[in-house]
């Protein structure tokens, strides 16, 4: 039988307020009551930072969002995370980054009407790799996408998307993006987002 895991949960409007460490606790200060406010943590750090932080810092996002923050091995500082989210297989698409410490929108592109995750993973970080040789920086640039970073790594976008007048336009970034690779093949480098250790990436939509 499997072990349920533990979780923790964080009440910031309901009968009595805090951090309750089963659900069966929590749920009698908020079932029934008017907005309730509350979320659930994996981690007690997670609840207690979140408690602090105020239910809007984590209305609608993940609940490891930030988890890197108390992590014992730390991603690099400064960085640049990106992240793509599509609403089915093809699109729409919308692709963005941000720099990793303050959560801070650097960039956001889309939607695009026809696109994968994919494309847009990887368009995502070549838009942060030429935001960085803009300004001259060599920050690394965090992704969660396997397949993107490859795509990256070889210099070239191996997608299947078919190509058509809705998917015309972003066959054209695509083509820039491999041109812009080949012009500068020393970019920073880009790394893999450790999910399992650091919780969601900072540029995640908030599709979970």
Known sequence: MARERKRFYVVWKGRKTGIFSSWEAARKQVAGFPNARYKGFARREEAERAWKAGYGTHAGKPASLGRWRTAQRKPLLPSVAVDAAASNAHGPMRYRGVLVESEEEIFRQGPFAVGTVNIGEFLAIVHALAWLHQRNLD????????????????????????????????????????????????????LKWDTRQWGEIPADFNRK
């Open 139 to 190: 920050w690394p640039v965090y992704s969660d996408s396997r397949v993107a970073r490859g795509w990256v790594e070889k210099g070239h976008c191996r997608t299947r998307l078919p190509r058509t007048v809705e998917s015309e336009a972003l066959f054209d970034l695509i083509a820039r993006a491999e041109a812009w690779l080949a012009e500068h093949p020393d970019h920073p480098p880009v």
